[in-house]
């Protein structure tokens, strides 16, 4: 079965703090995405990575970053966390091929920035 | 701009109903369009898929319909059952742009027992 997990389910954080939050997956997948999610608005992707070192911006990347190390490691950075940013972040990984379409998803990690 | 539009946000359904939910897209270079369901507490996991050269895809009570012409595919779950309640997203992607995926903005469904 394939897996992805979060360093964190919950996380509670201060304005202007510096926020990394990890996902691991162990599939040797070559795709890795960070999404938010929020009430109603569905899942809004923040960036992707689609290779070691390789990152693309999503639909809304402002005031967050991405690093991606290692093929099995993609993290995601708040340079300065806002209220605004309160959110559940769902991270996700997919193969290259035929079936690359089908998106892996780990558990979420809720943060709340006070 | 939204280019995944799903409708209703939230569905009730007596058990063993038929619950169908709607989706409507854009960008006619979307060519493949997977359906997640996610339960309180987890993570979306894929539960259906279909591709633009079918017009129908069925995996036990649950089934997709696709009008490409009309721009539109829905899901259908029959017998619908208490444990289906939970959020179900729609989604399209074009297969050249390395797997992204542009999703609905889900689907509430409660069973009723």
């Known amino acids: 079965d394939v897996k992805v997990t979060q360093s964190s389910r919950y996380l509670v954080k201060r304005t202007g703090e510096k926020v990394f939050l990890e996902c691991v997956q162990d599939?040797?997948?070559?795709?890795m995405f960070w999404y938010r999610q929020d009430p109603g608005l569905g899942l809004r992707l923040i960036y992707f990575?689609?290779?070691?070192?390789?990152?693309e911006k999503g639909d809304i990347p402002e005031g967050y970053s991405v690093s991606r190390e290692k093929k099995e490691r993609f993290s995601l950075i708040l340079e300065s966390a806002s209220t605004n940013q309160t959110s559940m972040y769902l991270c996700?990984?997919?193969?290259?091929?035929?079936?690359?379409?089908?998106?892996?998803f780990g558990p979420g990690t809720r943060l709340t920035v006070l | 701009q939204q280019q995944v539009k799903q409708s209703p946000q939230s569905l009730i359904v007596q058990k063993g109903g038929i619950s169908i939910i709607n989706c409507a897209y854009e960008?006619?270079?979307?060519?493949?369009f997977p359906w997640y369901q996610q339960f309180p507490g987890k993570g979306p996991a894929l539960l259906i898929a279909?591709?633009?050269?079918?017009s129908e895809k069925k995996e036990g009570r649950f089934t997709i319909s696709f009008n490409k012409s009309a721009k539109q595919f829905s899901l259908h779950i029959m017998d619908s059952q208490p444990g289906d309640s939970a959020t179900y997203f729609c989604?399209?992607?074009?297969?050249?742009?390395?797997?992204?995926?542009?999703f609905g903005d889900g689907t509430t469904l409660t069973v009723k027992p």
């Open positions: 996700a990984s997919s193969p290259t091929g035929l079936d690359f379409a089908t998106q892996y």
């Open positions: 599939m040797d997948h070559e795709n």
């Open positions: 990575s689609y290779d070691v070192k390789m990152k």
């Open positions: 960008n006619t270079a979307f060519d493949y």
């Open positions: 279909i591709r633009p050269d079918v």
């Open positions: 989604a399209a992607l074009d297969n050249t742009n390395a797997g992204k995926s542009t």
